[in-house]
Nanobody
Framework: QEQLVESGGGLVHPGGSLRLSCAAS????????MGWYRQAPGKQRELVAT???????NYAESVKGRFTISRDNAKNTVYLQMNLLKPDDTAVYYC?????????????????WGQGTQVTVSS
């Protein structure tokens, strides 16, 4: 069964840094886009950053210059380096990926979400 498992969340002071990781597992042939989204209490889930299989990146305006998304295709893992964190960055962060799955001779492309990891920025 395919899944995305996140790690690296926690409590950090304003101005601090955290690095999130998300590893995909299962019968994966390859991975198309990967990304990070976040949801703060009382707000809708929003895009943070995405990265294509070729390494092209896209960021929300609110995190440009502070966050960096990267991926290791050999490890089926995507990372989010978060620097200069602000209290407004407090949210549950979710990993997302489009996986190409093989089962015997069949193929499918499906969108997956991780379980979420809490990031709290507070003094």
């Amino acid at each position: 069964q395919e899944q995305l498992v996140e790690s690296g969340g926690g409590l950090v002071h304003p101005g601090g840094s955290l690095r999130l990781s998300c590893a995909a597992s299962g019968s994966i042939f390859s991975i198309n886009h990967m990304g990070w989204y976040r949801q703060a209490p009382g707000k809708q889930r929003e895009l943070v950053a995405t990265i294509t299989s070729g390494g092209n990146t896209n960021y929300a305006e609110s995190v440009k210059g502070r966050f960096t998304i990267s991926r290791d295709n050999a490890k089926n893992t995507v990372y989010l380096q978060m620097n200069l964190l602000k209290p407004d960055d407090t949210a549950v962060y979710y990993c997302n990926a489009e996986l190409i799955i093989t089962r015997g001779t069949s193929w499918s492309t499906n969108d997956y979400w991780g379980q979420g990891t809490q990031v709290t920025v507070s003094s």
